[in-house]
């Protein structure tokens, strides 16, 4: 490695450490009493930095100078070997044909090394109102009829209509993710294919949208291995082509994936690469999506201060006057007041919460308005309103039913845990009896199955009790479902 490549790579791990520390870096140049913008000007390659403003900086920041240049001089950071652990090893069918389909269109465009330029403008925006009206159209179908109509009706074979009709799936993933998973394997296999006039780069950059929505959709359905498998896939062809928005919205999953299996730390170096490509490719909003994410692993781990450092960040750069990013708004809303609770200030908890509460509208499906119910019993709870809370968490529960979410095993066992100290056990026992409903949600992830199926044996032998509740919470990860923070 010549000065060169070494000065490149030390620029690159700093501009991610400033953007692990987002918001601080005027005040860091305050205290190396260097002119305003010393740093900016570094990261953007205008500036050389001595060692021992380097050093200073790393100090400022709290990293640690070893790890750092260990990370910026050693060997790149492996996105694949994250991955690779929790990945299944044999793609089940819908993922296998989609992998061959992305294959084959990644073969039609092996002659191009570079297709960066993808989805740096909108497809066809002369025919956007006719490609909107489609989607709405599409949507009032039943799955069935769509997946039948993407295959044989040659007005969708367009690429404005296909970049659309993905992200009008995306809020469906919450309520509906197994039909999900079968739209966009429809897209992928038989859609993308079909489209006329479009360059090999272009087809396989859409076919890759639609792989990253299936693993999100195969997350939802707590098909983890699965959709670990497609996010590696996807992340290798997209980093082959050099598809930087792609890659960074794959990188968004694998650290999703990552949190769900408690590999944190990870998840957030997966979350920090995504920023310095959004940063880099100067989308902003997408920046601050991605701290809405990050605030949601610092909950995770018990950092609610960072979380909320990251959450708040993350308002002041989603605008509010714009709808489509009004879920990230209400998400940051939501873990706010889950810091907040966390940090034992239920007053602020409960401010941030009704703004998550009058965010939501007509669109908002089942799973959206369940976690703001469990959120707000949570917070009764914890003032002692018992009837209250329950109150709240018997419609999260029915709410997660409705729409065979997995994360109704949470909502569950705080209905159990406070039946079972106000002394309601036969409640107890029958709600485990109705637990029973969720083992079908678990059957790819065998030790949550049997950990669920133990309890419920345990419930039926009247061996129930406050700790095997926290048991289940251990063996289900407690809270690390990130699912909930819709």
Not at 15 to 20: T, V, W, Y
Request: aromatic fraction near 6%; proline fraction near 3%; hydrophobic fraction near 40%.
């Amino acid at each position: 490695m010549n000065s060169g490549e070494a000065n490149e790579r030390l620029r690159t791990a700093l501009k991610a450490e400033l953007q692990r520390n987002f918001g601080r870096i005027a005040e860091i140049e305050r205290e190396l009493s260097r002119s305003d913008g010393y740093l900016s000007k570094y990261c953007r390659g205008e500036l050389a930095i001595p060692v021992d403003v380097l050093l200073k900086s790393l100090e400022l920041l709290n990293a640690h100078p070893g790890r750092f240049f260990s990370r910026a001089l050693g060997a790149p950071l492996d996105t694949g070997d994250l991955l690779r652990g929790i990945a299944a090893q044999t793609a089940d069918k819908p993922l296998a044909r989609i992998q061959k389909a992305i294959d084959q269109l990644a073969l039609d465009a092996s002659g191009i090394e570079d297709a960066s330029g993808v989805f740096a403008n909108p497809f066809c925006t002369e025919t956007a109102q006719k490609d909107q009206e489609l989607v709405e159209a599409m949507l009032e179908c039943s799955g069935i009829e769509q997946r039948r109509r993407l295959k044989t009706a040659k007005r969708y074979r367009r690429p404005g209509f296909v970049e659309r009709y993905l992200k009008s799936l995306i809020p469906l993933c919450y309520n509906d993710p197994r039909t999900v998973t079968k739209q966009a394997e429809t897209v992928v296999t038989e859609l993308v294919p079909q489209i006329p006039d479009l360059d090999p780069e272009e087809r396989l950059g859409l076919a890759l949208k639609g792989l990253s929505l299936f693993g999100f959709s195969m997350r939802m359905i707590d098909q983890l291995e699965q959709s670990a498998a497609a996010t590696h896939f996807g992340l290798r062809i997209s980093s082959r082509f050099k598809m930087l928005p792609i890659q960074a919205e794959l990188l968004r999953l694998g650290a999703y994936l990552l949190s769900d299996y408690g590999s944190y730390q990870e998840a957030l170096q997966l979350l920090g690469q995504a920023i310095v490509i959004f940063d880099e490719l100067d989308r902003e909003v997408d920046v601050a999506k991605v701290q809405v994410q990050r605030g949601i692993v610092f909950n995770e781990v018990g950092d609610h201060i960072s979380a909320g450092r990251a959450l708040r960040k993350s308002l002041q750069r989603l605008p509010e006057s714009d709808p489509t990013v009004a879920r990230y708004r209400s998400s940051a809303f939501g873990e706010l007041a889950r810091a907040c609770r966390e940090a034992g200030d239920l007053h602020a908890s409960q401010q941030w919460l009704n703004k998550k509460l009058d965010s939501l509208d007509a669109s908002s499906g089942a799973f959206v308005r369940a976690k703001v119910k469990w959120e707000q019993g949570r917070l009764y709870y914890l003032r002692n309103q018992l009837n209250a809370a329950e109150t709240c968490w018997i419609e999260a529960r029915d709410l997660l039913f409705s729409c065979e979410a997995p994360d109704a095993v949470f909502v569950c066992l705080d209905l159990a845990r406070l039946w079972l100290e106000q002394q309601r056990f036969r409640e107890a026992v029958e709600l485990s009896e109705g637990m029973a409903r969720l083992l079908t949600c678990f059957r790819k992830n065998k030790i949550k199955e049997a950990a669920l199926l133990g309890y419920i044996r345990a419930a039926s032998e009247g061996r129930l009790s406050l700790m095997m509740v926290e048991a289940l919470e251990k063996a289900m990860g407690e809270h690390s479902s990130s699912r909930m923070s819709a």
